[in-house]
Protein backbone atom coordinates (compact mmCIF):
# COMPACT_ATOMS: atom_id res chain seq x y z
CA UNK A 1 0.00 0.00 0.00
CA UNK A 2 1.20 3.23 -0.75
CA UNK A 3 1.10 6.08 1.48
CA UNK A 4 2.95 9.21 1.85
CA UNK A 5 3.54 11.53 5.03
CA UNK A 6 3.77 15.09 4.99
CA UNK A 7 5.47 16.84 8.25
CA UNK A 8 7.51 20.54 9.36
CA UNK A 9 4.69 23.13 8.59
CA UNK A 10 3.74 25.37 10.86
CA UNK A 11 3.52 29.33 11.66
CA UNK A 12 6.91 31.30 11.21
CA UNK A 13 7.49 34.31 10.46
CA UNK A 14 8.41 35.99 6.91
CA UNK A 15 11.87 35.17 6.06
CA UNK A 16 12.54 32.29 8.47
CA UNK A 17 13.22 29.21 6.62
CA UNK A 18 11.79 26.01 6.91
CA UNK A 19 12.30 22.16 5.97
CA UNK A 20 9.18 19.66 4.69
CA UNK A 21 9.31 16.31 5.52
CA UNK A 22 7.08 13.37 3.23
CA UNK A 23 8.14 9.85 4.58
CA UNK A 24 7.29 7.53 1.51
CA UNK A 25 6.08 4.02 1.87
CA UNK A 26 4.94 0.94 -0.75
CA UNK A 27 7.38 1.31 -3.37
CA UNK A 28 9.62 3.44 -5.35
CA UNK A 29 8.71 6.87 -6.74
CA UNK A 30 9.86 10.27 -8.14
CA UNK A 31 8.25 12.74 -5.59
CA UNK A 32 6.87 16.20 -5.94
CA UNK A 33 5.96 19.13 -3.59
CA UNK A 34 3.05 21.28 -4.60
CA UNK A 35 0.96 23.88 -2.57
CA UNK A 36 -2.19 25.19 -2.42
CA UNK A 37 -3.76 28.54 -1.30
CA UNK A 38 -6.93 29.60 0.11
CA UNK A 39 -9.26 30.21 -3.10
CA UNK A 40 -6.25 29.29 -5.55
CA UNK A 41 -5.35 26.01 -7.67
CA UNK A 42 -2.82 23.60 -7.03
CA UNK A 43 0.43 24.72 -8.29
CA UNK A 44 3.65 22.98 -8.58
CA UNK A 45 6.88 23.72 -6.62
CA UNK A 46 9.63 21.15 -7.18
CA UNK A 47 9.61 17.49 -8.22
CA UNK A 48 12.95 14.47 -7.93
CA UNK A 49 13.41 11.48 -9.32
CA UNK A 50 13.86 8.28 -7.94
CA UNK A 51 17.41 8.48 -7.70
CA UNK A 52 17.09 11.80 -6.30
CA UNK A 53 19.82 12.68 -9.97
CA UNK A 54 17.55 14.74 -11.44
CA UNK A 55 14.84 17.75 -10.23
CA UNK A 56 12.77 20.38 -11.25
CA UNK A 57 11.96 23.54 -10.11
CA UNK A 58 8.60 26.59 -10.76
CA UNK A 59 10.38 28.82 -12.20
CA UNK A 60 9.46 31.12 -9.59
CA UNK A 61 10.57 29.61 -6.64
CA UNK A 62 14.25 28.50 -8.33
CA UNK A 63 16.67 29.89 -5.41
CA UNK A 64 14.44 29.98 -2.43
CA UNK A 65 13.20 26.11 -2.58
CA UNK A 66 15.63 22.85 -2.59
CA UNK A 67 13.80 19.61 -2.93
CA UNK A 68 16.33 16.47 -1.64
CA UNK A 69 15.77 12.91 -0.75
CA UNK A 70 17.23 10.25 1.66
CA UNK A 71 16.62 6.82 0.00
CA UNK A 72 17.55 5.40 2.99
CA UNK A 73 15.05 6.56 5.33
CA UNK A 74 12.66 6.80 2.13
CA UNK A 75 11.82 10.46 3.15
CA UNK A 76 11.98 13.52 0.63
CA UNK A 77 12.89 17.36 1.95
CA UNK A 78 11.06 20.23 0.96
CA UNK A 79 13.87 23.31 1.98
CA UNK A 80 11.90 26.62 1.68
CA UNK A 81 14.20 29.65 2.66
CA UNK A 82 13.24 33.46 2.73
CA UNK A 83 9.28 32.56 3.27
CA UNK A 84 7.05 34.85 2.55
CA UNK A 85 3.46 35.22 3.61
CA UNK A 86 2.31 34.41 0.16
CA UNK A 87 4.03 31.50 0.91
CA UNK A 88 1.54 30.37 3.12
CA UNK A 89 -0.55 27.17 1.72
CA UNK A 90 -1.13 23.80 2.31
CA UNK A 91 1.54 21.88 1.22
CA UNK A 92 1.67 18.53 -0.18
CA UNK A 93 3.97 15.88 -1.33
CA UNK A 94 2.64 13.46 -4.62
CA UNK A 95 3.98 10.19 -5.97
CA UNK A 96 4.64 9.20 -9.74
CA UNK A 97 6.25 5.52 -10.17
CA UNK A 98 9.79 5.58 -10.24
CA UNK A 99 9.43 3.99 -13.78
CA UNK A 100 7.63 6.56 -15.63
CA UNK A 101 10.77 9.38 -14.78
CA UNK A 102 7.74 11.50 -14.74
CA UNK A 103 8.98 14.99 -12.40
CA UNK A 104 6.83 17.62 -14.13
CA UNK A 105 4.87 19.76 -12.77
CA UNK A 106 0.63 17.68 -14.13
CA UNK A 107 -0.24 16.76 -10.87
CA UNK A 108 -2.24 14.71 -13.28
CA UNK A 109 0.40 12.21 -13.29
CA UNK A 110 1.07 12.06 -9.60
CA UNK A 111 -1.51 9.17 -8.88
CA UNK A 112 -0.56 9.27 -5.40
CA UNK A 113 -0.71 12.17 -2.39
CA UNK A 114 -0.77 13.01 1.04
CA UNK A 115 -2.86 14.52 3.38
CA UNK A 116 -1.29 18.01 3.11
CA UNK A 117 1.00 20.07 5.76
CA UNK A 118 -0.18 23.95 6.71
CA UNK A 119 2.29 26.75 6.40
CA UNK A 120 1.69 29.95 7.56
CA UNK A 121 3.80 32.78 7.34
CA UNK A 122 3.25 36.10 9.52
CA UNK A 123 4.20 39.07 8.42
Known amino acids: QVQLLESGGGLVQAGDSLRLSCVVS?????VAWFRQAPGKEREFGAAISWSGGRTNYKDSVKGRFTISRDKAKNIVYLFVNSLKPEDTAVYYCAASIASTAYIGSNAALYPYWGQGTQVTVSS
Open 26 to 30: GGAFN
